[in-house]
């Protein structure tokens, strides 16, 4: 359907030849902007939905409950892949597990993947790689998740929590169950206003991506960076994962010029080492992190969560 | 009286002091309200999703932008 529109309105009514680069370039931008514009607002209605009726303190009370021999860290995990992902909530959140009584590490496993694999990641990497690329990035995200929470409990790390949580911890923690019985119709308005301005945030980024990416998309000759970033460039994962630290607040802009790259040689697990470390390490969440955790438990924390990205980055480049 | 507002200054959280203020002006209250966007106090109130309601340092509702005839209720 996108394609039939970009084709009428570029080649029909603009009377464009489709051979020269610059009209490439602006089919592509037409295509990708209308694409991923209608993926974005279907998608972050659809979270908005769950979001609103997703209850929390039930989960957080089902973690606190079981012990499922290290399994708990993946559902934790994954539970942080469904929640929308606002660096609003996640700090009350994580005080409020830990406060529930669900121990630091699986606590981690769900503040690791709620960045990792949040809703406007996975529509755009829906729109741009498809379906199955998608699937393998946010199982592999949910993987990270957990494994490096495993990992990080084994250390026993509690004790650089900051001062402040620590003594939250020591309250006896009690809650009345405040219940939301809502109908759907109640729940529209603060719906619409959440997606309204996730679309506003994001749709800039998202545009001025397509518009990069549409450029090379046209201009750079196929195959370009194979030279430079192919699979036979080792460092290439590792240098892609520190080069994206910086870029978070973008997230959404560089994606759509990820999909220009790897089509032009990039490969798709160095691509997707990249975008992981987008989302999953920026600076700003390290200086929110900084709040709760002491420096040194900051540095751990995001020293695995980079290490595992590099490993997947390896593996992916590996396997397809 | 005090009321705090939990939320990091997004819409919703907005939304919601404008109810409460509604709420205060029809029952004709005075109340402080407190707008709190600083993570760490918010967490102290075992907010889990904001936007959050505090009334008089206890948390009556998390997650929701209550309606004026909710926090009607809650102030009675």
Not at chain 1, 15 to 35: G, T
Request: charged share 15%.
């Amino acid at each position: 359907m996108f394609q039939l529109i970009a084709d009428t309105l570029v080649y029909d009514w603009m009377a464009l030849n489709a051979s020269e680069h610059w009209v490439e370039a602006l089919h592509f931008f037409i295509y990708d902007s209308l694409k991923i514009g209608f993926l974005v607002i279907f998608v972050i209605s659809f979270m908005g939905v769950v979001n609103s009726y997703f209850p929390v303190d039930k989960v957080r009370d089902f973690l606190t409950n079981k012990k499922l021999y290290g399994l708990e860290h993946l559902l934790a995990s994954g539970f942080g892949a469904i929640t929308p992902f606002c660096s609003c909530s996640s700090i009350p959140l994580f005080i409020g597990f830990l406060k529930g009584g669900i121990p630091l590490g699986v606590t981690l496993s769900f503040l690791i993947t709620s960045p990792l694999v949040n809703e406007v990641a996975v529509v755009l990497f829906l729109g741009i790689f498809g379906i199955k690329i998608t699937i393998i990035y946010a199982v592999a995200g949910i993987l990270v998740g957990a494994v490096v929470g495993f990992a990080l409990s084994k250390l026993g790390l509690e004790e650089h929590l900051e001062e402040w949580v620590k003594d939250q911890l020591k309250e006896k923690f009690r809650q009345a169950a405040i219940k939301d019985s809502r109908s759907f119709k109640q729940r529209i308005p603060e719906i619409k206003a959440d997606a309204i301005s996730t679309f506003k945030r994001i749709m800039p980024y998202v545009i001025g991506g397509v518009a990069i990416g549409g450029l090379m998309h046209g201009f750079i000759p196929a195959g370009y960076f194979e030279q430079y970033m192919g699979k036979g460039n080792y460092f290439a994962v590792p240098i892609s994962v520190l080069l994206a630290i910086p870029m978070y607040s973008s997230a959404s802009g560089v994606i759509p010029v990820i999909q220009s790259l790897v089509a032009k040689g990039i490969p798709i697990g160095t691509a997707m080492a990249f975008m992981m470390a987008v989302v999953g390490l920026s600076l700003p969440e390290a200086l929110l992190l900084k709040r709760v955790m002491k420096l040194k438990l900051v540095a751990i924390y995001f020293g695995a969560v980079g290490i595992s990205i590099v490993v997947l980055g390896y593996v992916f480049n590996f396997i397809l | 009286m005090v009321i705090k507002v939990l939320g990091s200054g997004c819409k919703n959280c907005s939304n919601l002091e404008e109810n409460v203020k509604k709420a205060l002006t029809e029952l004709s209250m005075q109340a402080d309200v407190v707008k709190v966007t600083d993570f760490a106090d918010i967490a102290r109130y075992n907010a889990l999703k904001t936007p959050a309601l505090v009334i008089d340092e206890k948390l009556v509702s998390f997650g929701k932008v209550n309606d004026v005839n909710e926090i009607k209720s809650f102030l009675a």
